[in-house]
């Protein structure tokens, strides 16, 4: 899927007055999926937000390790 080059670029199109794509909000959907895969995340099972915290930012050091190892 591609996107029209004033999209990609961030600038607006000529007379265009609306919502302008981001180039940096794919970065965090592709974010956001990576975290899909982790069971625990996908419901409020904690009952404190630091515990919650930390299982999203062990998630994220388990994918930043798997992408560093690839």
Request: glycine share 4%.
């Amino acid at each position: 899927m591609t996107r029209p080059k004033a999209a990609r670029s961030g600038r607006a199109v000529a007379g265009q007055r609306r919502f302008v794509v981001q180039p940096m909000c794919w970065v965090v959907e592709r974010t956001l999926g990576w975290l899909k895969d982790y069971r625990r995340l996908s419901k409020a099972y904690e009952e404190l937000p630091a515990s919650s915290e930390a299982m999203i930012l062990n998630a994220m050091i388990h994918v930043t390790i798997r992408r560093l190892e690839e």
